[in-house]
């Protein structure tokens, strides 16, 4: 029988990786220093802060580089990243992700990443929801999430939200409606149809391409992981843009989505976030395919 060979793996040098791996670094803290300095201040900012609280990752994790699967790190015979979890080192001193532990014990969750991204991606990007979950999210409501003025007050955007046809795909969107706005929404998302429901014209959809970068650990090289993270900061700022707050306050001057032009505003500025997250679904996607072809 032919003897099947794995595919190549990369090495780098240890110039290469280190240079590599400070660059990140320093890629990562320009991106945090500005929340790491308001925690310490005692600061809260309603746009910037969702980075770190919905998806919880410390920014001393966002700047650990990892090279990705099917790379090997040149240590020159000392040991390095010996007390990080998912990485061995051989006799020669070379420095692998342990890409087949890794798919074994996340097996489930690499499933689910990789199939919800490449249904995500296959869909026709919808355009038409003019991020009224955010408005749906304070429908008849006394108290907000945010401690932010409402743009419109409270009957002015009930107003909006009654007076919209709200379709509303994404799950861990949807279950932030008021109770009073869940039986307004066209879909019902649940976590379990959330494969078949998402789709690349969601905003929160494309922010949660950084979530699932982030569930892959050692697998997603750190280039990837900043990408998707700059993408849901982008994503962030329209999302919240486009709400009932007036966030004008911290730099963010409204897309009224309740007019015309807030409209055709919100779409555009849609389109080029939902080619940006296919495009990063796909990088995703690929640093899966290396690491199963790598695993050993």
Known sequence: MPTLSLPAV??????????????????????????????????????????????????????????????ALEAAGEEERA?????????????????????????ASVDFIEKLLNRTAARVGQFGCFGLHEWAMVYRQGEHRH??????GQSGTDEVVQSHRIACSHFDAFRFFTPEAVPLNRLAPTRDNQPELEQPGCLHAGMDVY?????????????????????????R????????????????EPVAIETPEGKAEYVRQQRGFAERSNALRARVVEAIRVARATAH
Do not use: C, N
Not at 45 to 57: I, M, R
Not at 147 to 152: G, I, Q
Not at 211 to 226: D, S
């Open 237 to 252: 700022w329209l999302d919240m843009r486009a709400s009932p707050y007036d966030v004008s306050a911290w730099g963010a």
């Open 147 to 152: 401690d932010v003025p409402l743009r419109l």
């Open 83 to 107: 007390d990080w979890r998912w990485y061995e080192t051989d006799a020669m001193g070379t420095v692998t992700v342990t890409t087949a532990a890794f798919l074994t014990a996340k097996s």
């Open 10 to 71: 990369e090495l780098l040098s240890r110039a290469d990786w280190q240079a590599q791996e400070r660059a990140h670094a320093e890629r990562a803290d320009a991106r945090t220093a500005d929340w790491r300095a308001r925690v310490q201040r005692g600061e809260k900012h309603p746009v910037e802060d969702f980075l770190f609280t919905y998806y919880p990752v410390k920014p001393s994790h966002l700047r650990r580089w990892h090279p990705g699967a099917g790379v």
């Open 211 to 235: 979530k699932w970068a982030i569930k892959l650990g050692p697998l997603v090289p750190g280039e990837l992981l900043l990408d998707t993270f700059d993408l849901a900061r982008d994503i």
